[in-house]
């Protein structure tokens, strides 16, 4: 069964360093997002992107994060200078987007640790 | 309450018992998905019912809706030492369906 993948599983960065995570949505999907997750928190919303362009965005996204789908396969998110609180679980996410298709799939996420 | 809390927090069940965790959401939605979390891992998708659908089944799930009440259940049957892990609910409300998480059950079942 096709599956959301994402890599690294885990990265570790220094402050202030730039990181891209990495995505490869079900390839016949063409709605495409980010999540994270605070440890022990709730996992929120970044942003949604289709059609090669962002359709939506949370407060969370500003200027410091990016999303870029390079080819027809990946799906990157960029965070140009990583704080401390960006500490979190990442995820990606796909949909089909067909009519009556709303079910987003989860890739198992990065784990991002800032120090 | 936030948009998306589940009740209750924690459950410990015998395996073989029968578990419920139950959600509620203070907006309008479209679509309500129940998803499972393994320690550390991905969300894994169970299950989606429609704001127009009342009941669900998918194998040993069963999800209802009640969308006067802004809340719904999943309920878990013949429990497995393998059901171990977090369950959350996820509403969307239209648009480009970007999902709001409740708080999340942690159901641990008990060998």
């Known amino acids: 069964e096709p599956e959301v993948t994402q890599t690294p599983s885990h990265q570790v960065t220094q402050m202030g360093q730039e990181v891209i995570l990495r995505c490869v949505p079900i390839?016949?999907?063409?709605?495409f997002y980010w999540y994270r997750q605070i440890l022990g928190q709730k996992v929120e919303f970044l942003v949604s992107f289709y059609n090669n362009e962002i359709s939506e965005k949370s407060e969370i996204f500003d200027d410091q994060f990016s999303v870029e789908r390079p080819d027809g396969s990946n799906f990157t998110l960029k965070i140009r200078s990583t704080k401390l609180e960006d500490s979190a679980m990442y995820f990606c996410a796909s949909r089909v987007g067909t009519s009556g298709s709303y079910e987003q799939y989860f890739g198992p996420g990065t784990r991002l640790t800032v120090t | 309450s936030q948009q998306g809390e589940e009740d209750p927090q924690a459950l410990s069940i015998q395996e073989g018992e029968n578990a419920t965790m139950n959600c509620s959401y203070k907006?309008?939605?479209?679509?309500l998905q129940w998803y499972r979390q393994n320690s550390g891992r991905g969300l894994v998708h169970l299950i989606l019912i429609r704001s127009n659908e009342r009941e669900k089944h998918s194998g040993r799930l069963r999800v209802t809706l009640d969308t006067s009440k802004k809340s719904s259940s999943l309920l878990i049957t013949a429990s497995r030492a393998a059901d171990t892990a977090s369950y959350f609910c996820a509403t969307d409300a239209g648009g480009n369906e970007k999902l709001t998480f409740g708080t999340g059950t942690r159901l641990t079942i008990i060998p």
């Open positions: 390839s016949n999907h063409l709605y």
């Open positions: 907006t309008s939605i479209n679509n």
